[in-house]
């Protein structure tokens, strides 16, 4: 079932009385704890406008301050095989022990995963496998391996241009309570200029921080967009189940800066990509 | 001539990089407009370069080689810090509310009262454990009416809100050029009575038998004798005067912030800075005056190996100073006890002057209760408050503890939380601002 207009209204005015429990007894469990939907800086200045403008069951979000880029220069390939890294390490030992099972290049394109973002340097000089990238490898760290950041103060403007790909920030931190979730799609008026929010992105129960954008040109000349720009709206949708709060173990929570995120760990696909 | 040669290059090279570095991508356009002020320092050198040749007096030709080198070495690490302004790691959010609270304070403080659009903020960081500002462009002719403040965390801690108190003790610097002339005055008359309470112990640095105050100051300022102590004593004056801005702006979490990065210290006492049991006795001192809750055994957070001896000054006799001198530094730091308070209090009428609020425990205690939801908070007072809650976040063992997977990068979410929290801070600001 959407949320309509009113019925998110009503949910963010509560919060202000919310916030002023001290929730050290708040409980995750326990359904009769506050659970408030939070979305900060508030939708609009003029109470409720917002969402009233966007028609009747969404409320627009703003572009942040924050984007990011890959290294395109740095970069042979991306690979998103999640099982890709490890395949890749058991393939250089078989071609010593049987080279007929060496794997198929595509027209001489090296695969690399994510795992193993490596500088074309890297990659023609070290003969070394590649190492299994950690787990618990933070954010940030992924971020600076294979991205770059850029901070565009209120004011100034970024450049898209036709084709370009760039994930921005929405300016609104924001947190779902367990019984609603959300999609994140553009803005129509902006897709017809030929800025498109590339994804459809779900937003689980329980999120809490900056929502990822992940934006496109897709038109014929440059557009310019500045931070604080009205660039996508959040439908809320609320969640029928046991209760359970806190279903979202995004990796994205908590950030104010767009997120790069991880491919996990895929046994199956793994599995389905062995030779033998 | 060879060494007209050498510096027309350098001047030429260094101007070549200005050009460079102008093109970089800076967020906010204060560093354009320092490169553009060095840009013209060094243009002036590079002309009078041009007019000099081989048949000028030598001695001539030689100065103006010199003063080109000089002002090369003094430049060449701003412009450097400039560059790194740059760095994505820097909280950029914090630049808005670090320059509001600088303009308040300015506005008050400074006879000249520059102009809003005239006070350029510039944050970087710095490859040195310490926090820094380049306080002396602030004072620097060829900048005006331009006022300067370039403040630089330490470069692995340049993305920690924890660590923004001390911009206060570096806004401190900048405040204290505005009332340089009375406090050095002040430490100059103290140092006398110092000198006079004792003259059998200090009687072999001035002579004060059978003189009045008034020649003995006559003596301390034509002779010089007491130089290495005014020295002192102006320098330390002036840092106890930054601790004490740091600390009656962002209150608690000034003592937190400057714990962090002096604990377990082994830093004693240098000729600038006052030694570090000194600057914990006075912060305590101060916090009291400014009803600043201290946090319990804070003194004990400085044992370093070497701070735990009684006496502090112990550095300089390892430097090798005379026992006359070290005499100069004791007189220096008998002066600085002397003026502390007052010191403490001359803080106090300024900022309170400016109108900057008290740090709330109260707000921030109504803040960090939205940080274990996991938000930040809306309709802030100060950016103190905030990062008092920031700290209170850091100290809150429990936090999040039901959500593993943001508890196991607490620090991570603490920053992105608060410097979040200080961008919505900084739009309320904005929308409050008239058109």
Same mark, same amino acid.
């Given at each position: 079932?959407?949320?309509?207009?009113?019925?998110?209204?009503?949910?963010?005015?509560?919060?202000?009385?919310?916030?002023?429990?001290?929730?050290?007894?708040?409980?995750?469990?326990?359904?009769?704890?506050?659970?408030? +939907? =939070?979305?900060?800086?508030?939708?609009?200045?003029?109470?409720?406008?917002?969402?009233?403008?966007?028609?009747?069951?969404?409320?627009?979000?703003?572009?942040?301050?924050?984007?990011?880029?890959?290294?395109?220069?740095?970069?042979?390939?991306?690979? %998103?095989?999640?099982?890709?890294?490890?395949?890749?390490?058991?393939?250089?030992?078989?071609?010593? &022990?049987?080279?007929?099972?060496?794997?198929?290049?595509?027209?001489?394109?090296?695969?690399?995963?994510?795992?193993?973002?490596?500088?074309?340097?890297?990659?023609?000089?070290?003969?070394?496998?590649?190492?299994?990238?950690?787990?618990?490898?933070?954010?940030?760290?992924?971020?600076?391996?294979?991205?770059?950041?850029?901070?565009?103060?209120?004011?100034?403007?970024?450049?898209?241009?036709?084709?370009?790909?760039?994930?921005?920030?929405?300016?609104?931190?924001?947190?779902?309570?367990?019984?609603?979730?959300?999609?994140?799609?553009?803005?129509?008026?902006?897709?017809?200029?030929?800025?498109?929010?590339?994804?459809?992105?779900?937003?689980?129960?329980?999120?809490?921080?900056?929502?990822?954008? &992940?934006?496109?040109?897709?038109?014929?000349?440059?557009?310019?967009?500045?931070?604080?720009?009205?660039?996508?709206?959040? #439908?809320?949708?609320?969640?029928?189940?046991?209760?359970?709060?806190?279903?979202?173990?995004?990796?994205?929570?908590?950030?104010?800066?767009?997120?790069?995120?991880?491919?996990?760990?895929?046994?199956?696909?793994?599995?389905?990509?062995?030779?033998? | 001539?060879?060494?007209?040669?050498?510096?027309?290059?350098?001047?030429?090279?260094?101007?070549?990089? %200005?050009?460079?570095?102008?093109?970089?991508?800076?967020? #906010?356009?204060?560093?354009?407009?320092?490169?553009?002020?060095?840009?013209?320092?060094?243009?002036?050198?590079?002309?009078?370069?041009? /007019?000099?040749?081989?048949?000028?007096?030598?001695?001539?030709?030689?100065? &103006?080689?010199?003063?080109? +080198?000089?002002?090369?070495?003094? *430049?060449?690490?701003?412009? @450097?810090? %400039?560059?790194?302004?740059?760095?994505?790691?820097?909280?950029?959010?914090?630049?808005?509310?670090?320059?509001?609270?600088?303009?308040?304070?300015?506005?008050?403080?400074?006879?000249?009262?520059?102009? !809003?659009?005239? =006070?350029?903020? =510039?944050?970087?960081?710095?490859?040195?454990?310490?926090?820094?500002?380049?306080?002396?462009? *602030?004072?620097?002719?060829?900048?005006?009416?331009?006022?300067?403040?370039? %403040?630089?965390?330490?470069?692995?801690?340049? !993305?920690?809100?924890?660590?923004?108190?001390?911009?206060?003790?570096?806004?401190?610097?900048?405040?204290?050029?505005?009332?340089?002339?009375?406090?050095?005055?002040?430490?100059?008359?103290?140092?006398?009575?110092?000198?006079?309470?004792?003259?059998?112990? *200090? @009687?072999?640095?001035?002579?004060?038998?059978?003189?009045?105050?008034?020649?003995?100051?006559?003596?301390?300022?034509?002779?010089?004798?007491?130089?290495?102590?005014?020295?002192?004593?102006?320098?330390?004056?002036?840092?106890?005067?930054?601790?004490?801005?740091?600390?009656?702006?962002?209150?608690? @979490?000034?003592?937190?912030?400057?714990?962090? +990065?002096?604990?377990?210290?082994?830093?004693?006492?240098?000729?600038?800075?006052?030694?570090?049991?000194?600057?914990?006795?006075?912060?305590?001192?101060?916090?009291?005056?400014?009803?600043?809750?201290?946090?319990?055994?804070?003194?004990?957070?400085?044992?370093?190996?070497?701070?735990?001896?009684?006496?502090?000054?112990?550095?300089?006799?390892?430097?090798?100073?005379?026992?006359?001198?070290?005499?100069?530094?004791?007189?220096?730091?008998?002066?600085?006890?002397?003026?502390?308070?007052?010191?403490?209090?001359?803080?106090?009428?300024?900022?309170?002057?400016?109108?900057?609020?008290?740090?709330?425990?109260?707000?921030?205690?109504?803040?960090? =209760?939205?940080?274990?939801?996991?938000?930040?908070?809306?309709?802030?007072?100060?950016?103190?408050?905030?990062?008092?809650?920031?700290?209170?976040?850091?100290?809150?063992?429990?936090?999040?503890?039901?959500?593993?997977?943001?508890?196991?990068?607490?620090?991570?979410?603490?920053?992105?939380?608060? +410097?979040?929290? /200080?961008?919505?801070?900084?739009? &309320?600001?904005?929308?409050?601002?008239?058109?």
């Amino acid at each position: 079932m959407i949320e309509r207009a009113d019925a998110v209204a009503n949910r963010l005015a509560a919060r202000l009385a919310l916030l002023a429990t001290d929730p050290a007894v708040f409980d995750p469990q326990d359904s009769q704890k506050p659970d408030p +939907l =939070i979305v900060i800086p508030y939708p609009d200045l003029k109470p409720d406008a917002a969402l009233s403008e966007s028609g009747s069951a969404s409320v627009d979000l703003r572009l942040g301050t924050w984007f990011v880029t890959l290294r395109q220069a740095r970069m042979e390939s991306l690979g %998103i095989d999640p099982g890709q890294s490890e395949r890749r390490w058991e393939e250089s030992k078989d071609e010593t &022990e049987q080279p007929e099972h060496q794997p198929e290049q595509l027209s001489g394109e090296t695969q690399v995963s994510e795992g193993d973002i490596r500088d074309l340097k890297d990659t023609t000089e070290s003969p070394e496998p590649p190492r299994e990238e950690p787990e618990d490898k933070s954010e940030s760290a992924r971020r600076v391996q294979f991205t770059e950041t850029r901070y565009v103060p209120f004011g100034s403007n970024y450049i898209l241009h036709p084709r370009s790909f760039v994930l921005g920030v929405t300016l609104e931190w924001i947190r779902l309570p367990h019984d609603l979730a959300g999609y994140v799609i553009g803005k129509s008026s902006l897709g017809r200029r030929g800025l498109i929010i590339a994804t459809a992105t779900g937003v689980h129960p329980g999120f809490t921080g900056c929502l990822t954008l &992940e934006l496109t040109n897709v038109g014929e000349i440059p557009i310019r967009i500045q931070p604080g720009l009205r660039v996508c709206q959040l #439908f809320l949708h609320e969640v029928k189940g046991t209760g359970v709060r806190r279903v979202d173990h995004s990796m994205f929570a908590c950030q104010r800066q767009p997120g790069v995120g991880q491919v996990r760990r895929d046994d199956m696909a793994r599995k389905l990509a062995r030779r033998r | 001539m060879l060494l007209l040669d050498f510096a027309r290059t350098r001047v030429r090279l260094v101007l070549r990089d %200005i050009e460079h570095l102008k093109e970089c991508d800076f967020p #906010f356009p204060d560093a354009v407009t320092a490169l553009q002020r060095i840009e013209d320092i060094f243009r002036e050198f590079r002309r009078i370069l041009d /007019i000099l040749t081989p048949d000028y007096p030598r001695e001539y030709i030689v100065r &103006e080689c010199y003063w080109s +080198l000089q002002t090369t070495a003094t *430049y060449l690490p701003i412009l @450097g810090f %400039i560059l790194r302004s740059t760095d994505v790691r820097t909280a950029f959010e914090t630049w808005g509310p670090i320059r509001r609270l600088a303009e308040s304070i300015l506005r008050y403080a400074d006879p000249n009262r520059p102009q !809003p659009d005239k =006070i350029h903020l =510039i944050l970087s960081s710095e490859w040195d454990y310490s926090p820094f500002v380049y306080s002396r462009l *602030y004072g620097h002719e060829e900048w005006q009416p331009h006022c300067f403040i370039m %403040i630089g965390l330490p470069a692995t801690e340049s !993305p920690n809100p924890l660590l923004l108190p001390l911009t206060g003790h570096e806004l401190g610097h900048v405040v204290w050029r505005c009332f340089k002339a009375d406090m050095d005055l002040l430490m100059d008359q103290t140092v006398v009575q110092v000198v006079l309470e004792d003259p059998g112990r *200090y @009687g072999c640095i001035v002579d004060t038998r059978g003189k009045t105050a008034e020649q003995v100051y006559d003596e301390l300022l034509h002779r010089e004798a007491l130089a290495l102590a005014r020295y002192c004593t102006r320098s330390q004056a002036e840092e106890t005067y930054c601790d004490f801005v740091g600390l009656r702006v962002f209150g608690r @979490g000034y003592l937190n912030a400057f714990a962090y +990065l002096l604990s377990a210290s082994t830093v004693t006492s240098d000729l600038e800075h006052p030694g570090l049991p000194d600057r914990v006795d006075n912060l305590v001192l101060a916090a009291q005056l400014y009803q600043v809750k201290c946090p319990p055994d804070y003194a004990l957070l400085f044992a370093g190996p070497e701070v735990s001896c009684a006496e502090t000054i112990e550095a300089p006799d390892e430097w090798g100073f005379s026992a006359e001198q070290q005499l100069q530094m004791e007189i220096a730091r008998k002066a600085l006890q002397r003026v502390a308070k007052t010191l403490a209090e001359k803080v106090r009428d300024v900022i309170n002057g400016a109108n900057v609020p008290h740090p709330s425990e109260d707000e921030a205690r109504r803040i960090h =209760i939205c940080y274990k939801y996991g938000v930040p908070a809306e309709g802030c007072r100060s950016l103190a408050d905030i990062l008092g809650a920031a700290w209170l976040a850091y100290e809150d063992d429990k936090l999040w503890h039901d959500r593993p997977e943001v508890s196991t990068r607490k620090d991570e979410v603490i920053s992105s939380l608060v +410097l979040k929290n /200080i961008e919505v801070f900084e739009i &309320e600001q904005k929308m409050r601002d008239p058109e």
